[in-house]
Structure formats: C-alpha cells, structure tokens
C-alpha cells in the first residue's frame, strides 16, 4: 500500500520528534544525576557523611544506566536524522556542523572513560578526593557532549559558515564559502546553551528529586529516609538556583529571538502587527489577522526581552509573508511553558522559604507531595519548551536556508521501520525508569550503606 | 594515500576490534555461563567504550563522505533501523545486568543472555553491511537499493561464516579459557580459509600479496597461544586488541581505492578543502585527548587489586 508524501512528510516529522522527545527524557535525568553524584561524594567526604557517600555510590550504578542507554538512544538519533532528513544531513556534513558533531564525540571519550573509572574503579584510588576529581571529567564530559549537540541546534536556528545564497542558488547542490569553526559561535549560540543547559538541569533535577520525595515519603526505614533527605537538600539547591538561571536565560533567549529569529519571536508573542509597548498575551489566538481572547499584561513584553518598556519596537507577523509563518499553536505552547514556569518558581520558593525558616523542606511531607505533580509540570514545561523552539522554527529545518519539506526522506519504505522505532521506544523509556528504580533500590539490598 | 580514509578506517579498526571482542564475550556467555566471570571482568567495563568508538567511525564517515549520506541511508535504511534497535537493546541489557538484584523471573542471567544474543545478531548484521560495502552484492547504486536475497550469494555467506569462525576460534585465546584451546587452530584455520576464500568469491582482484599481513598474523595469535610458552603474550587484552585492529586496519584494500565491489571510488567522494582541515585539526586535539585519557585509564586499571569492582 503506497503512503502519499505529503503523509509521510507528517510521519517523518512525528517520528522524529517522538524520538527526540523521549531521548531529551534520559538526557535530562542524566545530567542532573551527574550533578547529584558530583556534589554527593564531595560533601560525603567533606562531612564524612557515610549516606551522602552511599547515595553517591548507588548514583554511579544507575548512572552508568542512564549512560549506556542514552547514548545507544543517541546513535539511534544521529542514524535516523540521516534516513529521515538526508538533504539536511548532507548540509550538515559540508558544514562547520559537522565539525561540532566531530567534536562532541571527543566529549564522549572523555565522559566514557571518566565514568568508567569513577564507577568501576571505585576502590582503586587510595586518596577519596583522587576519585572524586575524576566525577569532574564526567561532568565536564556530560556538559561538554550537551554543549556541542545544543551549537549544532543554534547553527540550524541562525545558519553561518558558508554561503546561503549561493546553496540555495545551486539548487541545493553545493555548498561553497565554508568556514566550519565560524558554526562553534552563532549569533544564538551562547543565549541558546545558557537557556538549554539551566532548563535540562532543571527538569532532571525535578524528576530525580520526585523519585527521592515518594521514598522519602513512603520509607519507614531511618537510614533510608536519611539518604533521601540529603538527596532532597541537594536537590532542592539545585532547583532554586536552575529555576532562577531559567527564567533569566528564558529573558536572554527572547532578547535574542526578537534580534536573530524575528519571525518566531512574534509568534511566540503573538504579535500580528509590529509596535511599540506591546501587551504580553496569554492563551487567546489568532483569528483572521488579529489576536482575540485570553489575557493581556500591558507593556511587559519589552520589559521581559529587553528589560526597557516603549523604546523597542517588536515585530509582528504582519512583516513576514503567511506562508513562512510557523503553526501558530507555538503561542499556546509558549504560554503554557511561560506560566508552567511561574508556577514551578512559586513552588520552589515556597521551598526557599521554607529552607530559611530552617522548617526543613526536604522532609516536609506537604511539600515532598507537591514535588511529584510539580515534576510532571516541570517535564511538561521542558518538553514543551523544545516544541515551541523546534515547531517555531517551521516551515525551516535550516533557518531562511532549507525547509523540512526540503530536506524529508518520505519514501513509504520508513514506514513500517518508523513504527517500530516508536514502539521500541515506549517500551524503553519505562523499562529504563523502572530500571534505575529497581537498582537504586537492589544496590541496598545488596550491600547496605 | 587519503588521510581522511585512513582516520575513518583506523577509527573503524578498533571498533571492530572492540565489538569482535565482545562477539567473542557473548558466545562465552551463551555457551560457558558458569565461568562467566573471566569473560564479565572485561566486558562490563568495556562495553561503553565500544558504543563510543561506534559513534566515532559513524561521525568520522559522516564528516568524510558528506556525499554518500542520501545513497547510504536509501539503501541501507533498514538494516540500519534493525542495526539500531539491537544496538540499543544491546546496551540496554548489559546496563540493567550489571546491578540487576533477583526478583521474580527476571535476573542477571537473563538479562545477560538478551545482551549476548541482541550482541550476536548486532554482529551478524554488521558482517552482512560489511559485506556489501566490499563485494556490493545486493547493493544497486543505481536505483539506491539493497536486496537481501540478491546479496546472499557465495561470496557474502562465506564471508559471514569465516568471520564468525574467526572470532568463536580466537575467543578461547582472548578469555584464556584453556578448556577450549583445542578449537583455536582449527576454527581460526578454516575461518582464514573461507574468509580469504570469499574475498576472491566477491571479486578476485582483491586478492593481493598485502592480504598475506592480516592472513599472517591472525594465523600468529592462533599459534602463540597453543604454545605454553607464548601463550602469555596473546592472552593480554591490550596486546591482543592491538593486534586484532591491525589485523583488521591491513584489510583496507577491501574496500579502498574502491569499495561497494569496485564500484565507488573513495577518494571521489572524499571531503575536501576548508572542511578537510577541520576534519584533521579536531581529530589531533581529540586524538590527544583520548591518548590522554586512555593513558590514565591503563593507569589506574592496572594499579586496581583484581581488576574492576563489580
């Protein structure tokens, strides 16, 4: 049976994305585990706390969980962008992005090597501040690898490196101009990994600490509630600070959309026409050129962007012809990640609070409750904070220079593979989760702290 | 000589050499579990380093052929979707063996044996790729297609089949597993024997006085081995790993000047220019790096009591 292309464009476009969305699962609680491992054996050793060090210790086995994994999800991802986006991946190959995707395999050398040691070696190194120096080439590593995958998403939001035009006028064909370390600095690049690296810390952070919140809740054994304090205390730092980080690179990012990426910037908004002074719009729509429904805040969207009110003039949807605009749904998506975000700040300062109040939010069961709900709304929040970047991008893969259209495979032959990989996928990303739970937990069992 | 050929070629080297290593590991696990300790010693440890250089020879190929991306992927997107969901199931099996408590049905040995098997079926379809981008059986160039049923001639079965042999036959020597020493000559032997037998099947002009040196010294680690005396020297895994990726880096007149059975020519599709000395400048300071952190590895593995802490 033949699948038109226009369907398979559809299906090749949600492939990817299901793919991707449940890979930045794993990277997200990867990156927050190499932080609560990090931080856990320093303060083990500082404080010669033996449950910081069995935390840490039965981190590195799930973490080595979560490496294995996503990184096998990883190459899954980098195989499937070249069969479902061949155009694009032959671009990315003549380009400076190419050289960041080489590059990020020297941070997975480091990372694998560090992490093999730090785990595996444990034991071995007699000073414990010699392997706890070692956790920091994991680190650097696992930020390293994020850093360099989040260029290569910059450089395909605001293209440089080689000539556009003069790829466009060939048809695509070839690609002249190349200056491949000109694509390690974008005009996006740093906003955009501020904005990513504090907001998958973030949500990581969220999600581990939601697991630590129902053990620490649902425990009746003391040295085990004791370790899930301690997890909670370290957790709930990271939060505070990520979240702040968050809405300050939230700002920033918005600064630079409004200089680099106008278009989406006013669609974000909502802005059907340019102008000064404009009201930040919730949840209305667009309807026949003009923004109707929802809730207007007056003067805040320059404030929010530029830190200024009634001197910048915003763009507007008006400016960009209909047919380069990007689905209008990103204002939604925008909003709810915009308020999902406010919220989330409520909470954790009523954490803060709390903390300075010495009330000892880490072991306040109503604020341990209210973890899990608020961790789900931070995954929401971060999932569709990457919808809004990527769908707020279309109809473009590459910004200005290629459409997705352009660059799609939609041979019905990924069909049935496709389908497969989407049921692969719901059955690994649960199987992980119960995974890290069941060794977290066996790793006591086994050898209590 | 293409230097870009060769650092994805030597990348590709040790790959293969990590994953043969591993294909050897799972038909110890699958056939010899009760001494399965010799063979997890090493493959927890490194099995992560393996998907690494995986990751290395792709990104490498990318940066080096940006033209044959749209051919590669059309005609090989199956296998590659095949190739992908083993490769994650492979990971994920050995990730949650390793820190697996029992409980119920599933445990370590299960779990161990799903890593063994997706590892094994992984080899297989990696030896059929193999096999295509040297022989191009069941590879069309022209309409960008890959027939299964056309790529299972002589030529590519014999291929798989010797390679197997070769790695079941050199496992013994890998894993010291002196009980089995006996298989070494004779598998290796007739594993050489077809895996020649089958380069000249696939297209004869192969064949050249080069491929004496990996003929040669695959034959060498056989022989050392079954001498008591030698026999130390090829069980040590850094030295045998070194010695397989040169085996496997001398057998790159399969498929250089001209892979796909002659039909592509490497150098024409080669990256060029501003992009080819970025291709260098990153290998070197990756490749330092690495030989640093490498460094430091042997290091501290060889300072740790009984190897490493399982």
């Known amino acids: 049976m033949a699948v038109d292309p226009g369907s398979m464009l559809t299906f090749v476009r949600f492939l990817f994305a299901f793919t991707i969305g449940s890979h930045i699962l794993l990277v997200s609680t990867s990156i927050a585990l190499v932080f609560l491992i990090f931080i856990s054996e320093f303060v083990s050793i500082r404080k010669h706390d033996q449950a910081y060090d069995a935390l840490a210790r039965r981190l590195s086995k799930v973490f080595v969980i979560s490496f294995g994994v996503g990184t096998a999800s990883g190459i899954v991802m980098a195989v499937e962008l070249v069969g479902l986006f061949p155009s694009f991946m032959t671009l990315v190959a003549s380009t400076g992005a190419m050289a960041l995707l080489y590059a990020e395999v020297s941070a997975f050398f480091l990372e694998v090597l560090a992490l093999v040691l730090y785990v595996y070696y444990w034991n071995t190194f ?134 680099n990426q106008p278009l989406k910037y006013a669609a974000l908004d909502g802005n059907t026409v340019p102008g000064t002074n404009l009201p930040d719009r919730f949840f209305g729509s667009v309807v026949n ?70 009330r000892r939010p880490y072991e306040s069961r109503r604020l341990l409750y209210t973890w899990i709900p608020a961790a789900v709304l931070a995954t929401l929040v971060y999932q569709l904070g990457w919808a809004t970047d990527e769908v707020g991008r279309q109809p473009w893969i590459v910004y200005n220079v290629m459409t997705v259209a352009q660059a799609a495979n939609t041979s019905d032959a990924l069909l049935v593979p496709g389908i497969v990989i989407v049921l692969f996928y719901l059955a690994v990303i649960p199987v992980t989760f119960y995974f890290y739970s069941r060794v977290f937990q066996g790793v006591r069992r086994e050898a209590p702290a | 000589m293409n230097g870009i050929f060769e650092v994805n070629y030597a990348a590709f080297s040790m790959f293969a050499a990590l994953l043969i290593t591993e294909i050897m590991g799972a038909v110890g696990l699958l056939i010899a579990w009760p001494s399965r300790s010799k063979v997890l010693d090493y493959i927890v440890p490194i099995w992560e380093v393996t998907g690494t250089f995986g990751a290395f020879w792709v990104v490498t190929g990318d940066f080096a052929y940006p033209g044959l991306l749209v051919p590669v992927s059309a005609i090989f997107t199956p296998l590659l979707i095949f190739f992908l969901i083993l490769w994650v199931a492979r990971g994920a099996s050995i990730a949650f063996a390793e820190f697996i408590t029992k409980r119920g049905w599933l445990d370590e040995e299960r779990l161990f044996t799903s890593y063994a098997v997706s590892t094994l079926v992984l080899g297989l379809v990696v030896l059929v790729l193999l096999s295509a981008l040297v022989g191009g059986q069941g590879v069309s160039l022209a309409s960008g297609s890959f027939s299964i049923i056309s790529w299972a001639t002589a030529g590519s079965v014999a ?113 060029t220019g501003a992009m080819s000395n970025a291709f260098f400048s990153i290998t070197l300071v990756g490749g330092l790096l690495l030989a640093l952190m490498l460094s430091f590895y042997v290091v501290v593995a060889t300072r740790g009591p009984s190897g490493p802490d399982l």
């Open chain 1, 126 to 259: 007699r000073r414990r501040y010699s392997h706890w120096a070692v956790s920091v080439f994991v680190v650097i590593g696992t930020l390293a690898s994020a850093v360099f995958i989040t260029m290569v998403n910059a450089w395909m939001n605001t293209p440089n490196g080689f000539d556009t035009s003069a790829f466009i006028g060939s048809g695509f064909k070839t690609v002249t101009g190349v200056e491949p370390f000109a694509a390690f600095l974008t005009v996006s690049t740093v906003t955009q990994i501020f904005h990513v690296l504090v907001t998958t810390l973030f949500a990581g952070t969220m999600v581990i600490g939601a697991y630590f919140a129902y053990w620490f809740v649902r425990s009746g054994d003391a040295g085990e509630k004791a370790m899930y304090s301690r997890a909670l205390k370290i957790l709930g730092a990271m939060a505070i600070v990520t979240i702040v980080l968050s809405g300050i690179s939230g700002s920033e990012e918005m600064g630079s959309l409004l200089v």
């Open chain 1, 289 to 358: 050129g003009t923004y109707v429904g929802g809730i207007s805040v007056p003067g805040m969207q320059a404030l929010l962007a530029k830190f200024e009110t009634g001197t910048t003039t915003l763009p507007g949807l008006s400016q960009f012809p209909a047919n380069t605009w990007p689905p209008l749904l990103v204002s939604t998506t925008f909003n709810v990640m915009t308020v999902g975000g406010l919220a989330l700040g409520l909470f954790l300062f009523a954490f803060f609070v709390s903390f300075v109040r010495k």
């Open chain 2, 159 to 271: 291929f798989v089949i010797g390679t197997l042999l070769l790695a079941v036959g050199l496992a013994p020597v890998f894993f010291d597993l002196q009980a089995l020493h006996s298989l070494v000559i004779p598998l290796s032997g007739i594993g050489v024997i077809l895996s020649v037998l089958s380069y000249w099947l696939m297209s004869p002009g192969l064949l050249t006085l080069w491929m004496a040196v990996p003929v040669l010294l695959t034959l060498a680690v056989g022989a050392l081995y079954v001498w008591r005396r030698t026999s130390k020297i090829v069980t040590n895994k850094a030295a045998f790993l070194a010695v397989l990726s040169v085996i496997i880096f001398s057998l790159q007149p399969l498929v250089y000047p001209k892979a796909v059975g002659q039909a592509l020519a490497i150098d024409a599709v080669t990256t």
